[in-house]
């Protein structure tokens, strides 16, 4: 497991001071370990992950919202699906937010996410969400201009009224039990160039290339820009980022999966308490299913019995 303190390194809680150049994406801390050392340290995590998961699910009060964030190709799906992998699918929802349909231009910016948070005891993970409206909106303006604002909504001050209020539904979320954690998987230029090429090449990833993506490479520097600028003023004590090092994906999940545990620890959910008529209750029920043994007949003799008294 990577101790707490190794998380504090990438977590941006107060946005003032934030630089996204202070950030290595190729970042390991130093450490150049065997894939299967570092299977085996995700192991730890997922499996800690896993109990905790139980716990937050069966006491139903805080609901937890992963939110992810990246750049094409930086391993969004990659970390859910190993981060995630022992999870009870049942407690976790992931849900993958693109271009906003007619339907969803017809709302407020926020509204499509928020049908769609979690319940309490849920995790619920947004590959991508609401953020894009400061990022690829921002990128390319001319997507505001098919958000349907009343004209003179749109200002100069357009960003800083979205962070505002990005910030105090973050707020509002966090003072009614949702406990938020926020990640960027910092990929870097060269990187994404890497694996591109070698969706292009591996006949099992073709797939996954899309040529748009490449034509998005070249926004690179704006998307930095919106990239820091968002998380400058939304980086809060509340809902803190995590500027995850994204060019080694061994780690990113290692930094992923373990910031997820510090949390839910802090959370420290519990399995609910029986207070004593529970218990004698659960006692009576127990003494009549042990009752039930070696009488005559299986359950479904009895079944016989009950239908042919019937008849
Ligand atoms: P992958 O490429 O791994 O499948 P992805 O998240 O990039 O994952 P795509 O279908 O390629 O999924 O892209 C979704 C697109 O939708 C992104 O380009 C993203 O910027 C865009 N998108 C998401 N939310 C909004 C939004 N609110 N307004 C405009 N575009 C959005
Ligand atoms: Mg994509």
Known sequence: MVPGDVIKRFRVKDGDKFRLADYDPGDTLGLDIEKDLAQQLLGAGVDRLRGLQEQLYAEARWSVLIILQAMDAAGKDSTVEHVMSGVNPQGCHVIAFKAPSSTELRHDFLWRTTCALPERGRIGIFNRSYYEEVLVVRVHRELLAKQKLPKKLIGDNIWKERFASIR?????????????????????????????????????????????????????????????????????????????????????RLIVAAAIVDRLEKLDPKFPHLDQDALSALERARKQLESENGKAGSGRGNKEKEDSSRA
């Open 168 to 252: 105090d539904f973050e707020r509002h979320l966090a003072r009614n039990g949702t406990a938020i954690l926020k990640f960027f998987l910092h990929v870097s230029r060269d990187e994404q160039r890497r694996r591109f090429l070698d969706r292009m090449e591996e006949p099992d990833k073709k797939w996954k290339f899309a040529v748009g993506d490449v034509a998005e490479r070249r926004c690179w520097t704006d998307y930095m820009d919106a990239y820091e600028d968002a998380i400058r003023n939304t980086a809060t004590k509340h809902a803190p980022w995590y500027v995850v090092p994204a060019d080694n994906k061994w780690f990113s």
